[in-house]
């Protein structure tokens, strides 16, 4: 039977997934119950869409699903979280490639790192998660969110920069303390 | 390769993005100087650290549950689950067996309450009205949020097999608000979402079938007005909580 056989299908190809789902969510709605809601929201779209699902990377095709999701309950819950504009210089942060940051990074404890990554604007933050965490390629992490390579390129490296700054500042700071 | 060069690729040397040649380039650069070498490590350290910190959150086992079982729901004939730890098996005993009985009842149902059974119009009224209050219902308005008809109608590129026509009605009074994804009749399809004050009005766009009729048409449904016309090989239907006349105003803008 059709139906039964999209079921057995969607259950094979994406449920598999689920976890990469809530974690993106998790990250994007930085909240557990709202990624709980965007989650569950993504995967019903998936499934009402699975039909138009040919193939192809099915952890980036459902991403693709639970990031416009999320981020479509962020411009209706906390517009001001994507309405924010970076510009280049403004988000531009000393660069610290002389600096010995390496055995600090390495004392930098779960709860900092966490606040570090919460803290990042979700551009920025989602290209951590999608690479860092989920290990995806830039092709990949530029076609599922829509965007060139480049881009990808250029938010993951301000990205990295801002991580270790504030992991940095955090560090020193609790040193002094 | 100069320092400045290493600055720009670092990150997709670190991440093992590059050709071969590059990489062999970058290494080089790299044995040699100091600075590009500590900003390679660093790039690699916090890596390291994100990946060691125990930052990915696994979805919560009664949330993995809920979802299977409104994708039960979703497919309408399932039967509910029970809120057991039940083996997958047990499950697609369920469905093997659920679907073709519910299915049956459903047809039963549908042949009772209508006289000669519903019409392809009638039904796809009804999913049109569905997809409309869902889209209201669960923040999904729109995919592409913009009044721009040339932000709009590139964004489907690729994602339809077909181009909507998309136009901005904000000087006639009905803004475009954006665009989304939909599935009707077993097809993706393109809505655009108009806005008229506090009324939304979404209008459902995919290639008419060869023999449509081109009479326009009109209905109400729970309450919900609804226009469907065919035009240059499209079908439209749009759909509003907004009065019949404003509706019709807004359709003869659009056509």
Redesign the interface.
């Known amino acids: 039977?059709e139906?039964?056989d999209k079921?057995?299908r969607?259950e094979a190809t994406i449920?598999p997934h689920?976890?990469a789902?809530?974690?993106l969510a998790?990250?994007l709605t930085r909240n557990?119950h709202d990624?709980?809601d965007v989650?569950?929201?993504a995967?019903?779209?998936a499934?009402?869409?699975f039909?138009?699902f040919h193939g192809g990377n099915s952890r980036s095709w459902l991403l693709s699903i639970v990031r416009?999701?999320a981020y479509?309950?962020l411009?209706?819950n906390r517009k001001h979280e994507i309405a924010t504009v970076f510009s280049e210089e403004e988000h531009d942060v000393e660069?610290?490639?002389?600096?010995?940051?390496?055995l600090l990074?390495?004392k930098?404890d779960?709860e900092e790192?966490?606040r570090a990554?919460e803290q990042l604007p979700v551009e920025f933050r989602e290209v951590?998660i999608l690479?860092?965490?989920e290990g995806m390629?830039?092709k990949e992490i530029a076609e599922m969110s829509d965007v060139p390579i480049g881009t990808v390129?250029s938010r993951?490296?301000r990205a990295?920069k801002q991580?270790?700054q504030s992991?940095g500042q955090r560090l020193e700071s609790g040193v002094s303390q | 390769m100069n320092c400045e060069e290493i600055e720009a690729l670092k990150h997709a040397y670190a991440d093992r993005e590059l050709d071969l040649v590059r990489t062999t380039e970058i290494e080089h650069h790299l044995s040699d100087c100091r600075a590009c070498s500590q900003a390679y490590e660093n790039i690699r350290a916090l890596s390291s650290a994100l990946k060691s910190s125990d930052l990915y959150f696994k979805a919560p086992a009664l949330l993995k549950r809920r979802i299977r079982e409104s994708l039960g729901a979703e497919n309408k004939d399932a039967p509910t689950l029970q809120r057991s730890n039940a083996p997958t098996l047990f499950w697609w005993q369920w469905l093997k067996w659920g679907i073709p009985i519910a299915g049956t009842a459903l047809i039963a149902f549908l042949l009772a309450t209508s006289f000669i059974g519903p019409s392809t119009d009638e039904r796809l009224a009804q999913e049109v009205t569905a997809n409309h209050v869902r889209s209201l219902m669960a923040n999904h308005l729109t995919d592409v949020t913009s009044s721009d008809q040339h932000t709009v109608k590139p964004w489907f590129d690729g994602k339809l097999d077909f181009a909507p026509p998309v136009k901005d009605l904000a000087a006639q009074g009905f803004p475009l608000q954006g665009g989304r994804l939909d599935y009707l009749q077993n097809r993706p399809v393109a809505a655009l979402v108009y806005q008229r004050h506090k009324h939304f009005v979404n209008v459902f766009i995919w290639p008419a079938t060869r023999n449509s009729s081109t009479t326009e048409r009109s209905a109400v449904r729970q309450g919900y007005n609804l226009i469907h016309w065919n035009e240059s090989g499209m079908t439209f239907w749009a759909v509003s909580d907004l009065n019949p006349v404003e509706l019709r105003e807004f359709v003869e803008l659009i056509k």
């Open positions: 039977m139906e039964q079921q057995a969607f449920m689920l976890d789902a809530y974690n998790r990250w557990e990624a709980e989650a569950q929201d995967v019903l779209r499934f009402k869409f039909g138009g416009n999701t479509t309950w411009q209706k660069d610290l490639a002389a600096n010995p940051e390496v990074l390495r930098a779960h790192i966490m990554v951590i690479r860092e965490l390629s830039y390129m993951l490296a990295r991580l270790q992991l």
